[in-house]
Nanobody
Framework: QVQLVESGGDLVQAGGSLRLSCAASGGHFSINAMGWYRQAPGKQRELVAVTTSGGGTNYADSLKGRFTISTDNAENTVYLQMNNLKPEDTAVYYC???????????????WGQGTQVTVSS
């Protein structure tokens, strides 16, 4: 069974940095896109950044310049480098993947369990 496993969430002071990781594993699959969404308390889940297998990236406008998404395709892993963190970045960060499972199968959206990022002022 395919899983997206996140790590890297933590409590950090404003101005600090964190790096989130998410690895896809389990069975045969192909990845069309991977990325990150976040959900703050009382708010809807929102896009942080997504990158496609073709190399394109899409960031939330408000996060450009502070957050950077990258991938290790050989390891089916996506990273999110977050710099100059602010209290308003506090949220649960969810890994997302647009995948075919198995590789010849239908495309679908897959989600990790979420990792908590808390930024103190």
């Amino acid at each position: 069974q395919v899983q997206l496993v996140e790590s890297g969430g933590d409590l950090v002071q404003a101005g600090g940095s964190l790096r989130l990781s998410c690895a896809a594993s389990g069975g045969h699959f192909s990845i069309n896109a991977m990325g990150w969404y976040r959900q703050a308390p009382g708010k809807q889940r929102e896009l942080v950044a997504v990158t496609t297998s073709g190399g394109g990236t899409n960031y939330a406008d408000s996060l450009k310049g502070r957050f950077t998404i990258s991938t290790d395709n050989a390891e089916n892993t996506v990273y999110l480098q977050m710099n100059n963190l602010k209290p308003e970045d506090t949220a649960v960060y969810y890994c997302y993947a647009d995948m075919r499972v198995p590789t010849w199968g239908p495309r679908g959206d897959y989600w990790g369990q979420g990792t908590q990022v808390t930024v103190s002022s």
